[in-house]
Nanobody, 125 residues
């Protein structure tokens, strides 16, 4: 499995970014995909996830601001991030797993997923 993120960068608070993750080599049929992030000195946290039935889950801090979606035909996962805040600054990672529940996906151990290389998002105040 290969996951390649794009779309990160620097933005001022209140701005928007859209992350993309292009996936290839996925052979399992029951797939959940999502985004994680890790800020310096902090634990990795799940941000948003979507499953094959297009059910989604989000952590509370991004609800109403972030939207996860996918283009199944092109195998691309998106994360639209609006009203960005300085606390959203982190390295963002795309991940895919055989888990069916997007909520469980957000809290899974890293060993249960394939990961992208990560992309930096920086939000200045």
């Amino acid at each position: 499995v290969q996951l390649v993120e794009s779309g990160g960068g620097s933005v001022q608070a209140g701005g928007s970014l859209r992350l993309s993750c292009t996936a290839s080599g996925i052979t399992y049929s029951n797939v959940c995909m999502g985004w994680f992030r890790q800020a310096p000195g902090k634990e990795r946290e799940g941000v948003a996830a979507i499953n094959i039935e297009v059910s989604t889950s989000y952590i509370d801090s991004v609800k109403g601001r972030f939207t996860v979606s996918k283009d199944s035909a092109k195998n691309i996962l998106y994360l639209q991030m609006n009203d960005l805040k300085p606390e959203d600054t982190a390295m963002y990672y795309c991940a895919v797993s055989e888990l069916s529940s997007p909520l469980i996906f957000l809290y899974m151990d890293a060993e249960y997923a394939d990961w992208g290389q990560g992309i930096q998002v920086t939000v200045s105040s």
